[in-house]
């Protein structure tokens, strides 16, 4: 979760008086909050953290993260199923796990 | 093991490596801050394309590792009660506290939930409204912000059934606490990008002078880290030690002013212990008396909460430095991800488990170079 993941604005709206966009990281769309980035336009490139845009970033490098992110296994850890996930380390049958939730 | 023609630019890799090769005169040992950094490194192979005088020394820079047990066994406890909602990063789920952790708490019917964002946590707070939320507030000065933010927001929405277990840290007084340690060995930081991000470079020039340390402020990719180890070793070959950044392209000097300004709105500098490490001073941020209400530690009367580790765990040494990860007796026996001892071995960004992920075992610096006949 320390890990600050690179993302494309697709859209930008206003919610409950804070501004809110929908990110691209890669395939996986998250809801993030441009509080901190005010000026953030769409199409633009940030780094986003825990559903958080912090700091702008240009279209290469967000793209050349993103893609060693994936290499490394830690979008898996950041946007995969984490019950999931403890559940396999843990040695516990998942699908027990998450039908008890 | 890595290869070089697996950089996402060989060339440039080669010739960032030769450079370092021919600047490199005698043994310099440079510390990564970051646990992304660390990963990156050992999963390339980085430090054994490095001459072998330049040791790469892991830091501390794991926020799950360095959460203290004590934390832990609080928020394990205020998960545990009747009518609570504990929301977490799903990293925590497997770390250690006494005896168990958030994992077990669910399998014994705590209501623990996972979330992606704290606002994820306000958002179930809004929705049952006759239930108590608490966020699990850890991490580094990069998730401290969004972590601030939806606290402020809790009270400008006038959410009252929502509290934050705070237990946030902070690097600068980690690099004081280390260079001041007398077996300190680390002559030479690479920061961590991100957090440099939102914090700017502003409270590294004095450390950098005072203990004539050269910081580089550094990203995550090889190349990135290539590029800090040659100016950190550039640097310290021509005996300075200023602060330089390597990262431009996500840090600006001042950082992100107004995560800044949330951050000292929100939260007040304290003490805080360190997983295996003990008591930094003035390492920590908890939320100032503005935001009391909000406090799950005020709210669930947990303070008194106090617990030791496990002996056998070394992640103290590990996480300053002093020690890697294979040379802890229990490293891959009694102590593996699946059965960890340590949080450096739970976490999925901690030393431990990136030297277990990578069987980084205990190749001696030589031979492992001799295995990857690359430069
Ligand atoms: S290998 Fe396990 S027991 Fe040893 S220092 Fe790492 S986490 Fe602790």
């Known amino acids: 979760m320390c890990l600050a993941v690179p993302g494309r604005v697709l859209d930008i709206e206003e919610r409950d008086g804070t501004r809110m966009a929908n990110v691209d990281f890669g395939g996986v769309v998250k809801e993030v909050c441009l509080e901190y980035l005010p000026d953030l336009q769409v199409g633009e490139y940030a780094i986003v953290h825990v559903g958080f845009a912090l700091q702008r970033l240009d279209e290469e490098s967000a793209r050349q993260t993103l893609e060693l992110f994936a290499e490394l296994g830690l979008l898996q850890g950041e946007f995969g199923d984490p019950w999931e996930t403890a559940a396999a380390e843990a040695g516990v049958d998942p699908v027990e796990e998450v039908s008890n939730q | ?375």
């Not at chain 2, 990069?142 to 009252?160: D, F, S, Y």
């Not at chain 2, 929100?266 to 009391?292: C, H, M, N, Q």
């Not at chain 2, 294979?326 to 102590?335: D, K, N, V, Y």
């Open chain 2, 1 to 375: 093991m890595k290869y070089i023609d697996e950089f996402q630019d060989p060339e440039l890799a080669r010739r960032l490596l030769d450079d370092i090769h021919a600047t490199v005169t005698r043994p310099w040992a440079l510390m990564e801050v970051c646990g992304g950094q660390t990963h990156s490194i050992i999963r390339h192979g980085i430090d054994q394309l490095l001459p072998e005088q330049v040791e790469l020394i892991h830091g501390p820079g794991c926020p799950v590792c360095v959460t203290p047990l004590e934390v832990i066994d609080k928020a394990l406890e205020i998960a545990s009660r009747p009518g609570v909602i504990f929301c977490s990063f799903g990293d925590m789920l497997r770390v250690p506290g006494t005896g168990r952790d958030l994992f077990q708490v669910r399998g014994e019917g705590g209501d623990v939930r996972v979330v992606y964002s704290p606002l994820d946590a306000l958002r179930i707070a809004q929705q049952n409204p006759d239930r108590e939320v608490v966020f699990f507030g850890i991490g580094f000065e990069t998730t401290a912000p969004p972590n601030a933010m939806t606290v402020h927001q809790a009270r400008k929405l006038g959410i009252k059934n929502f509290s934050m277990l705070v237990s946030h840290v902070r690097v600068p007084p980690a690099i004081e606490a280390i260079m001041s340690s007398p077996s300190c060995r680390v002559q030479g930081f690479l920061a961590a990008g991100h957090v440099c991000s939102v914090m700017g470079v502003g409270e590294y020039p004095e450390l950098a002078e005072r203990f004539r340390v050269p910081i580089v402020v550094t990203g995550f990719e090889p190349l990135d880290i290539l590029e800090g180890v040659r100016r950190a070793v550039r640097q310290l070959e021509r005996g300075e030690h200023t602060v330089d950044n390597a990262y431009s392209r996500a840090v600006r000097p001042e950082g992100n002013p107004a995560a800044r300004s949330m951050l000292e709105d929100v939260f007040e500098v304290t003490d805080r212990a360190w997983r295996g490490i003990g008591v930094i001073p003035d390492s920590g941020w908890r939320l100032s008396s503005k935001y009391r209400d909000h406090d799950a530690e005020h709210r669930f009367s947990v303070s008194g909460i106090q617990t030791a580790e496990p002996a056998e765990c070394r992640s103290g040494e590990v996480l300053q430095g002093l020690l890697k990860p294979h040379e802890c007796e229990a490293f891959g026996t009694l102590c593996t991800p699946r059965t960890p001892l340590g949080a450096t071995m739970v976490s999925s960004e901690g030393a431990c488990a990136a030297y277990y992920l990578y069987r980084r075992l205990d190749l001696p610096a030589t031979k492992a170079r001799e295995a990857t006949p690359v430069v």
